[in-house]
């Protein structure tokens, strides 16, 4: 326990310390709190707007999580497909690859228009899009890098395709899939935000930003940044924490003194 | 060249076969396999005939590239002849890979990761769908012989490499297979651990009464553990000789300082010579 605090001292002490110039800088140059408020201002605004901004990203994360799972969900089935499937795999993956660097976030606009301004569901259509191809990916990597001489083992033991995907394939994949989920955790979040600033509802980060940053409160829009950022750190360690559940004899789960 | 027969010396073994039929377990006659990659096409076996012994302990030795383990892969269906005909267990190496009739130990361990050392000697027996108690009773029966008695829950990753390739070892041997093959089990291992795992086998060869195909280019390792030692020529590779090892067993630590083991040590080594000069290919 006190090693682990030990470990952690450094980070900690840099964030306190960045925060304190910072509060320093802006008070010494009297910086307009236009251009940067001080932390102590973000920290009352904060404070002061907890209830709008707890609705704000609870509806903001209801449409990240529920993208995420909807994206999510489809890419794991799709991959599932092509690794059975070899010919949709060699059709389907060089498209895969190319709308991996589509910036999907362009469609958001388009999502709005499809699924309503004010629906969460444009919102997360834009996340599923957005979520749907690292993952997808990322699983097929998983279910195909398998090692040679495992599945030489397999045949060995004259094992059926599906007993080769049950035992082999699929916990192969864990490891791949939780890597792209994890990504995927933080995109899930800046997709929905993004897609807000094309318009949504009132109570969700993205218009609460823009709205606050248009009245030049910037305290304000800097306090639900504040929110969007710890939401972020949020999904993610939840996913971390899954991981270390469902793959527990993984490379990343061993503790360094095992 | 003639077809050769191996007769293992018969011993007394507890073990009970999954299938009676003759008295070779492995039939190998006129065999060769040519691989093709586009215009290149590269022999690495010619006129392989081969009987092995029930009970028998073969050791396959020769130069890198002499198809040993090709060989090998050919017994276990792994890889398909050109011509000829491979017959394991009374049946044809297909059949006999179908009927789980063999089990195989490669020369890394390949045990899943995600599995603890427990449920990957379980693996076959899950395949041939027994009961959850009859798997983990078997199971830990072949740790215990494999010595590894308490490790049950460990992730392989837990273990040294001399470990990990013991859990291989059980695996291989959980389902109480007619044949075990081996391709160069040892050859990522010091010799310390190498030395004690050649003593476990053995010990676990006459327990059993398994027949063992073991694929090696050390040359005491084979003579040490063989009842019979094929050796084998460059590519394309032929069976040179085989040669009967009459040492006493069981064999232990005393076996190595023999001087009939040294004879046998330098004869292999000399076959392995002569046919390494390529000026006197086929003068059999």
Same mark, same amino acid.
Do not use: H
């Given at each position: 326990m006190i090693s682990r605090a030990r470990r952690y001292l450094p980070a900690a002490a840099l964030f306190i310390g960045v925060l304190a110039g910072w509060e320093l800088v802006v008070r010494a140059f009297s910086v307009k709190q236009f251009l940067l408020p001080a932390p102590s201002a973000i920290a009352s605004a904060l404070l002061e707007h907890r209830d709008e901004l707890a609705a704000a990203a609870g509806s903001t994360l209801y449409e990240a999580i529920g993208g995420f799972a909807i994206g999510g969900t489809a890419a794991i089935a799709v991959a599932l497909a092509t690794a059975r499937w070899t010919a949709?795999?060699?059709?389907?993956?060089?498209?895969?690859?190319?709308?991996? &660097?589509?910036? /999907? /976030?362009a469609f958001a606009p388009i999502m709005n228009n499809w699924f309503g301004v004010l629906s969460p569901l444009s919102k997360m259509m834009v996340v599923a899009v957005l979520v749907f191809f690292p993952i997808m990916i990322n699983t097929v990597r998983g279910l195909t890098?398998?090692?040679?001489? &495992? +599945?030489? +083992?397999?045949? &060995?033991?004259?094992? &059926?395709?599906i007993s080769i995907l049950l035992r082999l394939r699929i916990p192969n994949a864990l490891p791949f899939?939780?890597?792209?989920?994890?990504?995927?955790?933080?995109?899930? +979040? /800046?997709?929905? /935000?993004?897609?807000?600033?094309?318009?949504?509802a009132q109570s969700v980060l993205g218009q609460y930003i823009i709205t606050e940053a248009a009245f030049f409160r910037f305290a304000n829009a800097w306090a639900a940044v504040v929110v969007a950022s710890a939401s972020s750190i949020a999904f993610f360690v939840i996913i971390l924490a899954l991981e270390r559940l469902a793959i527990p004899w993984h490379a990343s789960a061993r503790s360094p003194d095992a | 060249m003639a077809a050769r027969t191996?007769?293992?010396?018969?011993?007394?073994? !507890?073990?009970? !076969?999954? %299938?009676g039929t003759g008295s070779s377990v492995v039939s190998i006659s006129a065999v060769h396999k040519v691989f093709s990659d586009g215009d290149q096409r590269t022999v690495a076996l010619e006129g392989i005939d081969l009987d092995i012994a029930r009970g028998a302990f073969v050791s396959l030795i #020769?130069?890198? #590239?002499? #198809?040993? %383990?090709?060989?090998?892969?050919?017994?276990g269906d792994l890889t398909q002849a050109t011509t000829g005909t491979i017959t394991v267990n009374g049946k044809t190496a297909h059949l006999a890979r179908l009927a789980r009739d063999y089990g195989i130990v490669f020369q890394a361990p390949v045990l899943f990761d995600w599995r603890t050392v427990e449920r990957n000697v379980e693996l076959p027996l899950e395949l041939e769908r027994l009961p959850?108690?009859?798997?983990?009773?078997?199971? %830990?029966?072949m740790l215990a012989l494999m010595e590894l008695g308490g490790f049950e829950r460990h992730y392989p990753w837990q273990l040294s490499g001399g470990m990990q390739q013991r859990v291989a070892i059980a695996r291989a041997l959980s389902?109480?297979?007619a044949l075990l093959l081996m391709d160069e089990p040892f050859g990522a291992l010091d010799e310390m651990s190498r030395e004690r795992l050649n003593l476990e086998l053995l010990r676990i060869w006459q327990k059993t009464g398994t027949t063992v195909v073991f694929v090696t280019h050390s040359i005491p390792e084979a003579v040490f553990l063989s009842t019979e030692v094929v050796v084998m020529s460059r590519r394309p590779g032929r069976i040179v000789d085989i040669i009967k090892v009459d040492l006493a067993q069981p064999r232990n630590d005393l076996t190595r300082e023999d001087p009939r083991y040294f004879e046998l040590v330098t004869r292999v080594r000399?076959?392995? @010579? @002569?046919? !390494?000069t390529p000026q006197t290919t086929d003068s059999t």
């Open positions: 949709a795999r060699s059709a389907l993956l060089p498209f895969a690859i190319a709308a991996n &660097s589509v910036p /999907i /976030i890098l398998v090692d040679p001489a &495992s +599945l030489e +083992l397999m045949r &060995s033991y004259a094992a &059926s395709e899939v939780f890597t792209a989920l994890k990504v995927s955790a933080t995109l899930a +979040l /800046i997709g929905a /935000i993004v897609a807000e600033y094309f318009g949504g | 191996l007769s293992a010396r018969r011993r007394v073994s !507890d073990a009970s !076969d999954r %299938s #020769g130069p890198s #590239g002499c #198809g040993k %383990s090709t060989l090998l892969r050919l017994i959850q108690a009859e798997r983990q009773r078997r199971a %830990s029966e389902f109480e297979p000399e076959t392995l @010579r @002569r046919r !390494d």
